[in-house]
């Protein structure tokens, strides 16, 4: 069932029970009324007819009949009777066979004083009657045609009333629920138009400041989110291909040269030694994509174990010292007093990868190849600085340098692939960390890692 059906449903079922519950009680209320007023009118002919009987000398049963059966206030069936303390009937007027009156029952009503019954539409009120002498029980009854009629009629009325106002009102509902919710179709039919090929589009905000405005707000909103990580990715995936297919061509080039003809040993081991170093910066740029993807895939923290920094340090040294012997890094721990004092928790790997770039480029971007690497505790924090003395980097790349595949112009020849820095802020904030970078283009570079303590 759609939304609107059953908007319109439930506004129909609460409109009925308001309705309903209105007509119900006028309906009550007026059956009420006519039952007192029909009631009201058999007393009062009662009441008259006993105080002629009783209280004009003149008039006696004979004349009162007389007198009464032709009054034209007679009500339809009216039957009047009127009994003396011996509950003997002194006078009746008019006839009914189910009238019968038994003596309890005008017993009881010289005791409760009024008693009003109503048998088969006919309704019939006893009541004490007294005056000097006597206490009389008084009987008046009748059929009350033209008020029942009147309110059987009022009856349908309200039921004719109730029921084409269900018609109507479910169409009202209807009509209402679709008007209320045809910015919501909108939205969805916005939404369907947008696909992962083109997530450039956006969904329709509207006029209003309402929630709907506020949902293709918030969608549009995720919509910009998610198209600059696709943006991103697939730059990401272009930029990785064209920095693997660089050393493949380069491989390929040479190998096919070195087949063109037959070729010394010497040759040979030049050209495969050449061969060997792409083959090692591919597989560098194999690892660190593969480290980029894992340190993308937000390990869980309960995966992490307690890293001491200083054992970090010392084998991204050992690592970047692997890389090229003539690199230096020289590593000192400030006021460190106790190993748990600079222990966090992380994955050893990662955090091993992320030194070992920076002391790299430290070592790769300095004329002296000396990255300088200290370590020190910051109240709750671990804090690792690596320095060097060499190019520095501008202002203007300060931001970029850590964007994937970014480098700046003045690199000369040095290789890379822009990829560790951005691994490295990566790795750094996947453990609650961040990386900050102070440098001037001559002066040499500072980055500065800080990572929270294990607790
Ligand atoms: P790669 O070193 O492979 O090019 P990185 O992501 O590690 O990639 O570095 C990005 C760029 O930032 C480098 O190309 C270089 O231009 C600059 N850079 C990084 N570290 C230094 C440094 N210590 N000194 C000067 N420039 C640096």
Redesign the pocket.
Known sequence: MTIRTRLALQFMLLASLILGTAFIVVYVLSADYREDEFMGRLKDRGTNTAKLLIQVDEVNEELLGKIEGDNPVRLPEEVIRIYDHHNKEIFRLGHQPSDTMKSELLDNVRLSGEQRTDVGGRERIAFLFTDRFDRFVVVASGRDIYGRSKLRNEGRVMLATFLIGQVLIFLVGRFYAQRALSPLQRLGNDIRDISAVDLSRRVHVGKEHDELAQLAGSFNELLDRLETTFLSQKNFIANASHEMRTPLTSISGQLEVLLLKARSPEEYGVSLNSVLDDMHALNRLADRLLQMAQAENKAPASTFTPVRMDEVLWASRTEVLRIDPAYSVDIELIDVEDGSDITVMGNENLLRSLFT?LVE??C???SDHRARVELRVDRDDVLVRVT?M????AQE?HDR?FEPF???N??GGTK???????LARRIAELHDGRITLV?AVGHG?A?TTRLPKAA
């Not at 060499?390 to 980097?393: C, T, W």
């Not at 890379?416 to 951005?422: K, N, R, W």
């Open positions: 770039n480029n430290a790769k971007y300095s060097d060499g190019m520095g980097i790349h340098v970014y480098r700046t003045n690199t890379g692939h822009g990829i560790g820095l951005s440098s570079s980055f």
